[in-house]
């Protein structure tokens, strides 16, 4: 494949200029075995390369978080706000792809979500670890070098074929950590295989499979993370 650099260059400069934290790009072979339905070209039938950008979280109202206070302004900031900015910003990307002859789609933060599967109709957190950004931890979400747990995901499908950044290879989550697991509320794992179990996980945050809404966001495994606490302090 022919790769487009000076393309790649563009839309990563677009994306800082935009005060995004991190950018990558995973090219859509990176993403052979996706379930069916949940494919980037099951969305846009081009695909050839997912682009996946980041905004981190703030730290004063995450380090404040606790189950019974700060729940409220968790969710405004740390999913409402930065949703909105990611993407504003991944629309904005995708106008500059498509003047420049592409095609591009956007992958909503959240919804549409589908209520029985516990999953959207694509994940972010699986295209950040192909598009090189980082790697999963104990805690289900993808930790960076740059920040730990502390970020918001959104993705941006295009036609256009750029270079792909390469994926960490290294395990950032520390095997003797298990900071995350001792302080879930519902203990959202299986201690025998370690697999995470969603819908306990999205019950306890008061998820409303009507609305689609998260009414109380937890955010503990994510505040406790040592990797999130050392790459900010």
Not at 14 to 38: N, Y
Not at 45 to 68: K, M, W
Not at 110 to 133: D, I, K, N, Q
Request: glycine share 6%.
């Amino acid at each position: 494949m022919q790769y487009d650099e000076q393309l790649t260059c563009s839309i990563k400069k677009l994306a800082e200029d935009r005060d995004v934290d991190l950018v990558g790009v995973a090219s859509i072979d990176r993403f052979e075995g996706a379930p069916k339905g949940f494919h980037p070209k099951d969305l846009l039938r081009t695909t050839q390369s997912v682009i996946v950008i980041a905004r981190r979280f703030l730290n004063g109202i995450l380090d404040e978080l606790s189950p019974e206070s700060q729940r409220l302004s968790y969710k405004h900031h740390m999913y409402a706000h930065l949703n909105t900015l990611n993407t504003l910003t991944a629309f904005e990307l995708g106008r500059f792809l498509e003047k420049q002859g592409n095609r591009a789609f956007v992958v909503q933060p959240t919804t549409p979500y589908h209520a029985h599967e516990f999953r959207g109709v694509m994940s972010h957190r699986h295209a950040a670890v192909r598009a090189g950004l980082g790697v999963f931890g104990k805690n289900n979400l993808v930790l960076t070098k740059e920040f730990g747990p502390r970020q918001r995901f959104c993705t941006i499908l295009t036609d256009a074929e750029l270079l792909p950044d390469p994926m960490i290879e290294e395990d950032l989550c520390k095997e003797e950590c298990f900071e995350c697991r001792k302080i879930c509320p519902v203990q959202a794992w299986d201690p025998e295989s370690g697999r995470f179990n969603k819908p306990a996980c999205a019950h306890h945050q008061k998820w409303n499979r009507s609305d689609q809404q998260c009414k109380e966001p937890c955010g503990l495994c994510i505040q406790v993370c040592p990797l999130g606490k050392e790459a900010n302090e």
